[in-house]
């Protein structure tokens, strides 16, 4: 779950209370939560090789460094519908 927020300064450094709404994802009753038409089957994301998260590695004045992020192009979960579900 990821929610984007905008804080100001102050609430950044001091803390705060803000309300956050959270979309509730239902199962769809067509593709059953596959996101795929009946009868395709979903392919593997090719940005992400199917892991569902990307890692980016630069060199450093102190060697190597890694950051693994969420692949944005299947939002994690490493498979691509074949043909989108409409519903």
């Known amino acids: 779950l990821r929610v984007d927020i905008e804080v100001d300064f102050e609430?950044?450094?001091?803390?705060?209370?803000?309300?956050v709404n959270v979309p509730r994802?239902?199962?769809c009753g067509e593709c059953e939560g596959r996101g795929t038409e009946k009868g395709t089957k979903p392919s593997e994301c090719s940005a992400c090789k199917g892991r569902g998260m990307i890692t980016k590695q630069?060199?450093?004045?102190?060697?190597?460094?890694?950051?693994s992020t969420t692949?944005?192009?299947?939002?994690?979960r490493g498979v691509m519908?074949?043909?989108p579900c409409n519903s």
Do not use: D, L
Request: glycine content about 20%.
């Open 71 to 76: 692949c944005r192009t299947c939002g994690g």
């Open 81 to 83: 519908p074949g043909r």
């Open 25 to 27: 994802s239902e199962e």
């Open 11 to 19: 609430t950044a450094v001091f803390g705060g209370k803000q309300m």
């Open 58 to 67: 630069s060199r450093t004045a102190f060697g190597m460094s890694s950051i």
